[in-house]
Nanobody, 121 residues
Framework: QVQLVESGGGLVQTGDSLTLSCEAS????????MGWFRQAPGKEREFVAT???????YYADSMKGRFTISRDNAKNTVYLQMNSLKPEDTAVYYC???????????????WGQGTQVTVSS
């Protein structure tokens, strides 16, 4: 069982930057691929980014250029840096984990509770 706890969400203005963090409980964190999804009000959950155990990032096409995913295996933590935020980035952001980036993207086994990001115009 892997427990994921997100932090770093909040209310920001258009154009601001924000970094989300997700700390995992599992000591074998480095064995897991990690990722981020988001869900905006009234919309389906959307894949944002994923990262391999050794730091290889993959992004949804619409997220490339503004979002950066990274991880620190020594701290059991994955990050999502978001730049040039827009009102349409407003959503609950979820941290996820599974054994490969493929399963993270298609059906991650472990999910955090989510953290709210609100971007005001």
């Amino acid at each position: 069982q892997v427990q994921l706890v997100e932090s770093g969400g909040g209310l920001v203005q258009t154009g601001d930057s924000l970094t989300l963090s997700c700390e995992a409980s599992k000591r074998t964190f480095s064995n897991y691929a990690m990722g981020w999804f988001r869900q905006a009000p009234g919309k389906e959950r959307e894949f944002v980014a994923t990262i391999t155990w050794d730091g290889g990032p993959y992004y949804a096409d619409s997220m490339k250029g503004r979002f950066t995913i990274s991880r620190d295996n020594a701290k059991n933590t994955v990050y999502l840096q978001m730049n040039s935020l827009k009102p349409e980035d407003t959503a609950v952001y979820y941290c996820v984990a599974d054994l490969s980036v493929q399963t993270v993207k298609t059906g991650a086994k472990y999910w955090g509770q989510g953290t709210q990001v609100t971007v005001s115009s």
